[in-house]
């Protein structure tokens, strides 16, 4: 399954059993592609004050589109600070 610019839609839970069930080998695969600094990944926001109130993960599989070439990212990037506004704005282009 291929999907674009995926938000956090899921608790952890589901998330494991989504990625245990499209590891590579087993002929299913689930691939996210990201293309650069597109903000609808980071919704909704997780900074390390948000994790209990938006306990939502990604799940596996992605890939993020650069400038250098496409790199394999970790399945849920550690917490950070949610973009400002005007970086949402701007960078609303590379959806």
């Known amino acids: 399954m291929y999907t674009h610019s995926c938000p956090r839609v899921c608790l952890e839970p589901f998330a494991t059993l989504v ?20 903000p609808v990944c980071t919704v909704p926001p997780r900074t390390v004050d948000q994790i209990a109130d938006y306990p939502f993960v990604h799940v ?11 790199y394999k990212m970790n399945d849920e990037p550690p917490p950070v600070d949610p973009q400002s506004i005007i970086n949402i704005i701007w960078n609303v282009k590379n959806h």
């Open 19 to 38: 990625n245990d069930h499209t590891q590579p080998g087993g002929g299913k695969y689930l691939f996210c592609i990201v293309n650069r600094e597109d």
């Open 60 to 70: 596996g599989g992605a890939w993020k589109l650069t400038e250098d070439g496409p």
